[in-house]
């Protein structure tokens, strides 16, 4: 993509942009033929920016939805001006790059939004679309084909079914295998973090009042989509932030030397960010490390970061070397909130997990996203506070630091409630506390 500028603020930013495979696109006019990175890595190089900040989108992020996260982000750091002279203080001659990453993490589109199963057999919507949509998002191969297709066979056929058929069942075990999403407990991979898929349970689980995750409440027969959806695109934004954006990373890091490089995503793009630091396996090496990390109600497991998770003995979470191998020099931040239906609901309904969607258990759950709980099972972590934007943290290099942002991140849309709501001074605030302290690392 194009660079873009922040109209009212005269702030640009680059936008680059990946395809589902993790492949950076080649049609950018503004790119280097027609790669967008190249341009940037190569401008990082000649105009050597004191501080790069990198940022990741989350779900939903079609590239107009991007510009906009991007231009609200971006924008309420810029107008903190008290904060940036801090950093200035800290580095000489401060000079900030912004880049944006962008990502096709769209589960579910508007055409799918607020209804129930009969919508789509009565004449609302071109079922047909909605399969092909289904195909193209989910991928499309023969196996993932053929088994959309029979699950929107037997929809047509049993719109009003009281449980699931048989021939649907069939199919989405099928759908689930051909999607290659593993079910390996609290210790997998993005996509992989969660219970066996059980369409039966997703089924009955779409009346949930939890089920309508961003807005989709797709009923009956169609409902597992909604868990199969989820979770593809927690593993799609996994295997692009171990493939192009790693290796897009690693090249910043090398191009800029001196550049204090700090990292920011939100909701699926925590998932980018962590995979882009940890590389192939959660384990690859970077040239040196990020200044900062901040992880905004992340649709992650809590347990991501923990050598030895507590609710699995003797084995960590598959993140847990970004912290552990001081891949992160500065503080890394995670923001929480009560408030977030998204991941406080939705998330461990979509691992298989409905018994556990309080948010308030005295104890952190088995299955519980990031975005709710924070960062868990790390010795030494620090619970606190998102404070107003004139406060002092204090935070310290290479510590963990989950701040509760119930008294800022609140602010409901009716569907997923304060998941987005991340766009206040407060947030940027604390982003740039965490760039002050990891501009003063060496």
């Known amino acids: 993509m194009p660079f873009q500028t922040i109209e009212d603020l005269g702030t640009r930013y680059a936008l680059v942009s990946f395809d589902k495979s993790g492949t950076e696109r080649s049609d950018d006019p503004d790119g280097k033929n027609g790669q967008m990175s190249a341009r ?24 107009p939805a991007a510009i906009d996260q991007y231009d609200r982000w971006i924008g309420a750091m810029v107008k903190l001006p008290a904060d940036a002279q801090r950093v200035a203080q800290a580095v000489s001659g401060f000079k900030p790059m912004w880049i944006g990453v962008h990502w096709p993490s769209q589960p579910w589109g508007d055409e799918e939004f607020g209804s129930d199963v009969s919508f789509a057999f009565s004449g609302g919507v071109d079922v047909n679309a909605l399969l092909e949509t289904y195909v193209e998002r989910l991928g499309d191969t023969p196996a993932i084909r053929s088994a959309l297709t029979r699950i929107f066979d037997s929809a047509r056929k049993n719109a009003a079914a009281f449980q699931l058929p048989d021939d649907a069942r069939a199919a989405y075990h099928e759908l689930n295998s051909a999607l290659g999403l593993g079910a390996s407990g609290e210790g997998g991979g993005p996509g992989e973090d ?23 409440n797709l009923g009956g027969i169609l409902s597992p989509l909604r868990q199969l959806s989820f979770w593809t695109m927690k593993k799609r ?49 970077l040239p040196r490390p990020v200044s900062s990390l901040t992880l905004a109600q992340g649709a992650l497991s ?7 998770m507590p609710v699995r003995k003797g084995t960590p979470g598959y993140f847990h070397r970004n912290f552990s191998e001081g891949k992160v020099a500065g503080p890394l931040l995670t923001t929480r909130s009560k408030f977030d239906r998204a991941v406080g609901t939705f998330y461990p309904l979509a691992a298989g997990a409905l018994n556990q969607v309080a948010f308030e258990l005295g104890a952190p759950p088995t299955f519980g996203g990031m975005g709710s709980f924070g960062i868990q099972g790390v010795t030494g972590a620090v619970d606190g506070k998102l404070q107003a934007s004139t406060a002092e943290y204090g935070f310290q290099p290479k510590k ?21 709501d991340i766009d206040g001074p407060e947030v940027a605030h604390a982003m740039w506390q965490a760039a002050l302290v990891g501009s003063q690392v060496s």
Request: hydrophobic content about 40%; some cysteine.
């Open 40 to 63: 940037v890595v190569e401008t990082a190089a000649q105009d050597k920016p004191t501080n790069i900040f990198l940022f990741s989108h989350g779900w939903k992020g079609d590239v």
């Open 194 to 216: 969660r219970e066996p898929f059980d369409p039966d349970q997703a089924f009955s689980d779409s009346q949930s009042p939890a089920a309508d995750f961003g807005g989709l």
């Open 237 to 285: 934004a996994n295997t692009i932030g171990e493939a192009g954006m790693h290796n897009f990373l690693k090249q910043i890091l090398v191009a800029a030397p001196a550049a204090k490089v700090h990292l920011m995503g939100h909701s699926f793009g925590c998932i980018v960010m962590s995979s882009m630091l940890g590389g192939p396996g959660g384990a690859a090496p």
């Open 302 to 308: 809590l347990w991501s970061y923990s050598p030895d």
């Open 400 to 420: 963990i630091y989950n701040l509760d942002g119930n008294q800022y991140i609140v602010k409901g849309d009716g569907v997923s409630g304060a998941h987005s």
